[in-house]
Every structure is written in structure tokens, then in C-alpha cells.
């Protein structure tokens, strides 16, 4: 069984610019959520996704979007792209919401803002 | 608020040596709390989950973990630490709105180095 899937690997793009990531959860999974990971920050809850509806939004501004397709593959976006949003870019996915459910993270996708 | 707090943020101890490391919630009602490992250049993965009933939880790779709601904490132990174990690691607590696992407060982690 496929783990959680993300595309671009790596990413550099410049300021001013806007980018697009995209997450294939598990097969079966319909609740995805994304994370940004910085040195600084750490761990940072950005969205959350369940049957194409976001169902959480952590405390970021409005240049980070999100959806989440039938098939229950999700993108983010960023517009307008700061320095400040060179992250490691985590996608996790679950089968269900509930609290019991396990959470497996992708490898992230790597964005470099120059 | 919610938030977790990883007092170490490096722990560098010797290949079979014991470990623990330290965690700290703030959190109003009963807690949803994770343990998560990280290596390099990868994501996260689950090493264990603490709900309800026993407060003494044992995960995968011989990782353990105790609830104590008295001290607010949620310390990862390891009796016997191999190589493989350097990585990060990371204390979570579940914040979903309506039970939800997907919206998680992690602490800073704490990196573990082994030495042989």
C-alpha cells in the first residue's frame, strides 16, 4: 500500500511569486491535513481537509489556500510568496476525523523562497 | 491556549543508555497526546498515542510514554537506546474541533544523538 505522496520533492521559487503542492493520501484515506515545518516555528497546523470541505484553518494568513479534490488528493497554494515561507511543507492524511484515527505524514515537499 | 512544551532541545546520550524525554501540555480538557519521531529529511511517524484509561502507553520500536495529569506531562522513555534512534523527536496534543486527529500542537522536538 502507497504511503502519503508528495509532489514537487524540492521547490525554489522567488519572492513575489506563487506556488503549488500537491498530497496523493493512502488510498482509502479522506481527511487531509497540511503542516508547515520551519527551524524557527517548528511544527505549524495549517489546514485541514475532509471530503473535499476544509474543516480546520490554523492561524496563517490568507496567501495560504487549500483543496481537496473527489479523489481526496489535496493541494496547497501560496501566493505572493516571503522569504519568511521557506518551509518544509508537510501533507498527512487519515482515513476518518476521529480522534482514534492514526495520522501518516509524506516526506514534505521543500520550498525554498529566494 | 493550547501548547506543548519540549524542555531539550538536544539530548545526546550513549548507544544503550536509557532515555527520556521530556514533555509539557497545556491543554483544558482531557488531552489527545502523541509522540512522533522525525528523521532526517523525512516526515513524521507515529510512535505512540496516549486517549484515555492506562496512563502507561508502549509504542513501536521498545518507545514508552506515561501520562501524569498531576504534572501536565507526557515523557517518552526508551530503556535501551540504539544508533537508530538518532532523530527528532516530537511531544504533540490533538486540538481538532469535533474530535478531529488532523489538527495537532506540537512542541519544538528534542534531537537525539547517539554516541557509540
Known amino acids: 500500500k502507497a504511503g502519503v505522496t508528495q509532489t514537487p520533492r524540492y521547490l525554489i521559487k522567488t519572492r513575489g511569486q506563487q506556488v503549488t503542492l500537491s498530497c496523493s493520501p493512502i488510498?482509502?484515506?479522506?481527511?487531509v491535513s497540511w503542516y508547515q515545518q520551519t527551524p524557527g516555528q517548528g511544527l505549524q497546523f495549517l489546514f485541514e481537509?475532509?471530503?473535499?470541505?476544509?474543516?480546520n484553518k490554523g492561524n496563517f494568513p490568507g496567501r495560504f489556500s487549500g483543496r481537496q479534490f473527489s479523489n481526496s488528493r489535496s493541494e496547497m497554494n501560496v501566493s505572493t510568496l516571503e522569504l519568511g515561507d521557506s518551509a518544509l511543507y508537510l501533507c498527512?492524511?487519515?482515513?476518518?476525523?476521529?480522534?482514534?484515527?492514526?495520522?501518516?505524514f509524506g516526506s514534505g515537499t521543500q520550498l525554498s523562497v529566494l | 491556549a493550547q501548547s506543548v512544551t519540549q524542555p531539550d532541545i538536544h539530548i545526546t546520550v550513549s548507544e544503550g543508555a536509557s532515555l527520556e524525554l521530556r514533555c509539557n501540555y497545556s491543554?483544558?480538557?482531557?488531552?489527545?497526546l502523541f509522540w512522533y519521531v522525525q528523521s532526517p529529511g523525512q516526515g513524521l511517524q507515529l510512535l505512540l498515542k496516549?486517549?484515555?484509561?492506562?496512563?502507561l502507553v508502549q509504542g513501536i520500536k521498545g518507545f514508552e510514554a506515561e501520562f501524569k495529569r498531576s504534572q501536565s506531562s507526557f515523557n517518552l522513555r526508551k530503556p535501551s537506546v540504539h544508533w537508530s534512534d538518532a532523530a527528532e523527536y516530537f511531544c504533540?496534543?490533538?486540538?481538532?474541533?469535533?474530535?478531529?486527529?488532523?489538527?495537532?500542537?506540537f512542541g519544538k522536538g528534542t534531537k537525539l544523538s547517539v554516541k557509540p
Open positions: 498527512a492524511s487519515t482515513r476518518d476525523r476521529g480522534q482514534e484515527e492514526k495520522l501518516f
Open positions: 488510498s482509502g484515506h479522506r481527511s
Open positions: 481537509y475532509f471530503s473535499e470541505t476544509q474543516r
Open positions: 491543554y483544558g480538557a482531557t488531552p489527545y
Open positions: 496516549y486517549f484515555s484509561g492506562d496512563t
Open positions: 504533540a496534543v490533538g486540538a481538532g474541533y469535533g474530535g478531529s486527529q488532523g489538527n495537532l500542537i
